[in-house]
């Protein structure tokens, strides 16, 4: 069966800091995959998406990146956090054409 | 401009009624609507998905429908239980890729 992993947890980082969150899928291959932000009472913002390999798509213009080094790798980077990216992150997978996204258990993050 | 609308109070519910949610959307012509539960600090978790050709899809206790001249998705939880209580999220197909926007949410609480 399918599984995503996503780490860490939670996450409290200073401001100005960089940051990495990695998700990783198992149990499939050539996933679509996507990272979301949900603030506190919001719905999901979905940010990056992916359809291959190196393929990175981006939703809303901030100072995050998004890297697929592999298939089924997607990682999420700030080289600078700002007080805004304070969120919930969530990697989610689906596969392809029409059908669910699989979410993972989402990354906590507090920026102080 | 686009706009998905989900009832942003909480609906609480007697254990054993049916539940319904509402989704209103507007300037969307979405291919398939689907429902996600969500748990407090956990990922979204697929419930059901409909397309625009389909008015009805059951699962178990759970009944989606779909009305694409109203621009409106209902789903309800029949013989509703506590296990039940959670936000409950409408995303819609928002163009290629599985890409598609949440909703904000609806908190549902059933009381035993």
């Known amino acids: 069966s399918q599984t995503i992993h996503q780490w860490p947890a939670t996450l409290v980082q200073p401001v100005g800091s960089p940051l990495s969150l990695e998700c990783t899928v198992e149990?499939?291959?050539?996933?679509?995959l996507y990272w979301y932000r949900q603030a506190a009472g919001r719905g999901l913002q979905l940010l990056f998406y992916?359809?291959?390999?190196?393929?990175i798509s981006s939703e809303v213009p901030q100072n995050l990146s998004a890297s697929r080094p592999q298939d089924r790798q997607f990682i999420l980077s700030s080289k600078k956090l700002l007080l805004s990216d304070s969120g919930f992150y969530l990697c989610a997978w689906s596969a392809q054409g029409v059908g669910p996204q699989h979410f993972g258990d989402g990354t906590r993050l507090s920026i102080l | 401009s686009q706009k998905i609308e989900q009832n942003s109070e909480a609906l609480n519910i007697q254990e054993g009624k049916t539940a319904t949610l509402t989704c209103n959307y507007t300037n969307y012509s979405p291919a398939y609507l689907q429902w996600y539960r969500q748990d407090p600090g956990r990922g979204p978790v697929f419930l059901l998905l409909?397309?625009?050709?389909?008015k009805e899809k059951r699962k178990e206790r759970l009944k989606v429908t779909f009305d694409t001249t109203l621009k409106q998705s209902l789903f309800h939880i029949t013989a509703s239980q506590p296990a039940d209580s959670a936000t409950y999220l409408c995303?819609?197909?928002?163009?290629?890729?599985?890409?598609?926007?949440f909703g904000t949410g609806t908190k549902l609480q059933v009381i035993p």
């Open positions: 149990g499939t291959s050539n996933p679509n």
């Open positions: 995303a819609l197909e928002a163009g290629g890729y599985q890409k598609v926007t």
């Open positions: 409909i397309r625009e050709n389909e």
């Open positions: 992916s359809v291959g390999i190196g393929q």
